[in-house]
């Protein structure tokens, strides 16, 4: 495995050797090695210190069911601090099959201001012009890549909000098959590699090459295991593969915790128009097939596909957190208007969750009627034509409510939340404000726990282990779903039987924990303190209808989750 | 002395006496003291918890010359730390003469949700109605006011961009006079006002009532000494009253520290058509007085008066922070359209050192061509009318420069430099830098030293002392220009005269040390920490032509400065 390193500015390309305290990380965790030991803290995130990683979680490569996820890390412009944004697609296992342990992009942009096309294969990696795909949305990007190379190439791209630095804007990656598109949507880190005029990564290895395994016994054994287990969960064998995530409307509808108009109410009354089991009968009345997987090898086939009244694909996956954001929180009851909306988003390469937080800060400004969507599809071509109320929106929730003066604004660290409201359910909440990466439910979800979610006593130990848990998931490369199927035995010898290590039962909480650590070290050197830990002060002190509750759990309990 | 105490939201008001922990505090550090003790430093800035105080400084009442400001300060939603914002006017001396040490606005908007007015007089104070101010520029609110009322009232209130929470909204203090329109302009404190629904406070107190001085004697000579000294020196005697601080314009162009083209050049090519040396033949010319007091007593009279070819008054005063961030750094070389830009941001209430950052930013995100006055004056407009630009522009240069994707952003904390590129005047960048206020020139201005203002070396001390000295004066009362008629036994007598203190030698700087550490304080509590006290990324390493230099003051030398 090597290191590759690219610098834009420069057009240097190098291969090395992997440092030695970093052949132990993975994904989530080798990125912010990476980023601690060569990205100042205190940087410009959109300036030439500033780097951008692709790391492959450790047991990526094998196309174990749910296994193959890629993490990009950078400093996020949105945040300030340390980011990681993982997804499924094939850029991990390409990754793997190359042999990249990691991939560094570093500098500004080129001198002349022309942009750059970063092309690795198995011959090595080069940069070419890009200039002709400047503007483009990533459906034109993607075709125009797939003819200028092959149709088995992989690639990673930002549209034209990552080209205008808009800090919501994701990196896209996408196959041969076009349904494949998922997006490392949080945090801004489109617009660090729009920063240093890095329009795309192809990513040409088109035939398998696993990597070696030292101990393949074991690792076969684990992995049926894993599968069986997966195939046995009611979950993964039947909730995800046949509602994707939009199966998680209606249980968060129950708690009380779905967005609603702005974060102003927690049950939304056009839930069961929006709901996973509705789609998925519209979905199957429209002759669609109603999900595939994302990763080669998955099992679960989470990523349900939205198909329009004429039996063609409008977008897939349509995401739970996409149904709440562009939804609920826009008072949106039409899923093929928010299918619609997410379509606009994926083209553009733009975070649903904080762009969908931004229209729905943007309605409480009196900028849209909630639930007027033709109007949301209005604001999204603002976004993509770069219009000034288009800027305002692209740059996410935080900045668009500052710029609008709206005082509701469901943000943390300068990012959105997503689709659960922390007022109703109060250990997502706390993961929200204590995670290094800002407001992200992917950092430790708590909704599917079985406590009283409304009560504050003891959401901080479940949110600091459900964090533990999926910083080490993000730093293997597993996706979340896939812990379904996972218990620690299995973890310990998927790892060993890989790599040949003794770990033990506490290994994948030990490796999250490292991960957090190493986010927090960089965060305190970027200049964050507890007060960054806080939730927005409305939703202390405003109750969340229908429940009437506040985010209430205790700013001692908060400070010292990670102690 | 009272303090009173408002509270928008309940329409509770109350007179209270001054707590012992406040009584030596004055102006800026009274107004640190203040938040220290009763605002949450976490809170929402715009929110209900945070408080807006109006502090005359320890000297004020007394119409001695240039010692009756009047301190503004609040948590900053610009900077998101404290926040004073100093002004002349009658402000000061009247709350002094209506025996007020302090007023503390509180609460946030009525429920429902109109707008009032704080009326002070001799009889106490009450709240009015105030629904017909609301959207009024700051010409008709003070017509208005002075028709409703009499005229001899004096008035603080804020523009329509304090009411939409521009982040770079003023208060602006009026009284009868109609050119005598001070506006105590930074940090945005002029949203906070907003954010509570208040547009103006009424001062009716048109007899004098000088507050009881202790030591008459004592405080007789030591004004006496003090005048004659600001009548022998030069710069108070001559400078100042002939050309206003305009005529800062050539001094700063000759160190090569004058913003230009959004911070591109140290030396404008312009420079001599908007000097004040020139403005003020220019205004002799066109029959106009060059210049008035903008406080009862003053003899320096630095406020100059800025004439149309019709003879008509356009502005007063033209600020050198104004011709250098309206004018140079727009690249404008017409003093005609600077005071009208000037003009138009004061009756907006909005910073022009900010709004002119904002526009440079604008310009170099291809908005406007610099040196085009005439889309300078279209933006202001856009501004006025709250577009999507317009806010974009009013929330000032670092959220704007976010937003459009600007790299080369003059900001520190948030908060726009002032005209004084920190590259060629290091001392002033090191304040820039290290204030609890966010880059602000008043916090301590260096280009008067007779340094070498390029060599990193000293700067740390230069800007350390001057800081301590301007927070002494900002808590007196006392204007910058005051200070060069005051030596160390000056104000301890007069201090030791009003107050029957026994204040020793260096009371001034003490003063003005203990103001700091309680804004500092204040500061960390709301999360900021040393990485906030850096120079933006491209001014340490982008050289500044002519001179070629970068910001390279060791940051070892940066976070030790007040230790």
Request: hydrophobic share 40%.
């Amino acid at each position: 495995m090597r290191v590759l390193r690219a610098n834009v500015q420069t057009g240097e390309i190098r291969y090395e050797g992997v440092p030695e305290n970093w052949k132990h990380f993975g994904g989530r965790a080798l990125a912010a090695r990476i980023l601690l030991d060569e990205v100042p803290p205190a940087c410009d995130p959109l300036g030439p210190y500033n780097k951008l990683v692709w790391a492959p979680g450790l047991l990526v490569g094998h196309t174990l069911s749910s296994s193959d996820r890629i993490s990009i890390g950078a400093k996020s412009p949105l945040t300030g601090g340390v980011k990681e944004s993982n997804a499924g697609g094939s850029t991990g296992v390409r990754m793997a099959w190359l042999r990249l342990f990691a991939l560094i992009i570093e500098g500004g942009p080129p001198a002349d201001g022309s942009w750059r096309l970063l092309v690795v294969d198995k011959n090595g990696a080069r940069f070419e012009a890009a200039d002709d795909l400047v503007g483009l949305g990533l459906i034109d990007t993607g075709e125009r890549l797939f003819e200028r190379f092959n149709d088995k190439i992989g690639v990673s791209a930002i549209g034209p909000v990552g080209e205008r630095l808009y800090r919501s804007a994701g990196i896209t990656h996408m196959d041969n098959d076009q349904h494949l598109t998922r997006i490392s949507a949080r945090g801004g880190l489109g617009a660090v590699m729009g920063s240093k005029h890095l329009k795309a990564i192809v990513f040409d290895f088109p035939s398998a090459n696993r990597p070696e395994v030292v101990d393949p016994e074991l690792f076969r054994d684990a992995s049926k295991r894993y599968i069986k287990a997966l195939q046995e969960h009611p979950q993964t064998s039947a909730g995800y593969p046949l509602y994707g995530t939009a199966g998680m409307v209606n249980l968060c509808n129950t708690v009380g915790g779905m967005p609603t108009r702005n974060f102003s109410n927690g049950r939304f009354e056009g839930a069961e128009a929006i709901s996973g089991e509705t789609l998925h009968e519209l979905n199957k009345s429209r002759n669609g097939e109603v999900s595939h997987a994302c990763m080669a090898g998955c099992i679960i086939k989470c990523s349900n596909i939205y198909h329009g009244s004429d039996g063609e694909v409008i977008v897939t996956p349509l995401e739970y957190e996409t149904i709440g954001m562009m939804g609920s929180n826009l008072g949106i009851d039409d899923p093929d208007v928010i299918a619609r909306l997410n379509a606009v988003a994926n083209d553009l390469g733009i975070d649903t969750i904080d762009t969908g937080a931004a229209l729905g800060v943007a309605a409480e400004a009196g900028l849209m009627t909630f639930g007027d969507g033709l109007r949301a599809l209005e604001l999204m071509e603002e976004i993509r034509e770069g219009t000034p109320l288009g800027r305002i929106l692209g740059n996410g929730a935080a900045l668009a409510g500052k710029v609008l003066g709206v005082k509701r604004i469901p943000a943390i660290k300068g990012q959105a939340m997503s689709a659960y409201d922390p007022r109703a359910i109060k250990g997502t909440g706390v993961t929200y404000i204590t995670s290094p990466q800002g407001a992200d439910h992917t950092c430790g979800l708590t909704i599917r726990s079985k406590v009283d979610h409304t009560n504050p006593e003891g959401q901080v130990e479940l949110s600091r282990d459900a964090q533990y848990k999926m910083a080490g998931y993000d730093s293997l490369g597993v996706c979340i779903f896939g812990g379904f199927g996972m218990d620690a035995s299995i973890v310990c010898d998927l790892v060993n039987g890989r790599y040949g290590w003794d770990v033990g039962i506490d290994y994948l909480t030990e490796l999250g924990k490292k991960s957090i650590l190493m986010e927090r070290e960089f965060n305190r050197s970027a200049g964050f303190t507890k007060a960054d830990d806080r939730m927005p002060e409305w939703m202390v002190h405003e109750k969340l209808p229908p429940l009437d509750t506040v985010f209430d759990v205790p700013e001692e309990e908060i400070d010292s989750i990670f102690d």
